[in-house]
């Protein structure tokens, strides 16, 4: 089994930056693809961004594009979400994901391992 643990969630005013973590631990002696979906009331979860198992690879969602880019410190299994230019309609709960196999995916369903989330409030 996998873990998953956020952190790096809070409170930031219109065009503001946060950096989110997330470390997985368990069996990760495998190839172990990652990503970030974020969820907010009333509405479903919704792909942000993801990278593969040795970081080369990175699929980014329309939400993300030019402003979080993701990035992944395979020695530590940390993967990154840099968020920056944080509009009040990012305010959500952020989740990271994983899943066996080298290759990021934008589909929920592909993901077996989920993290508790974070919450990012950002405020006008």
């Known amino acids: 089994q996998v873990q998953l643990v956020e952190s790096g969630g809070g409170s930031v005013q219109d065009g503001g930056s946060l950096r989110l973590s997330c470390v997985a631990s368990g069996r990760t002696d495998r190839r172990y693809a990652m990503g970030w979906f974020r969820q907010s009331p009333g509405k479903e979860r919704e792909f942000v961004a993801a990278i593969g198992w040795s970081g080369a690879s990175t699929r980014i969602g329309d939400v993300a594009k030019g402003r979080f880019p993701v990035s992944r410190d395979t020695g530590k299994n940390t993967i990154f979400l840099h968020m920056s230019n944080l509009k009040p309609e990012d305010t959500a709960m952020y989740y990271c994901?994983?899943?066996?196999?080298?290759?990021?995916?934008?589909?929920?369903?592909?993901?077996?391992?989920w993290g508790p989330g974070v919450q990012v409030t950002v405020s006008s």
């Open positions: 994901a994983g899943a066996f196999g080298g290759s990021p995916s934008e589909a929920v369903f592909e993901y077996n391992h």
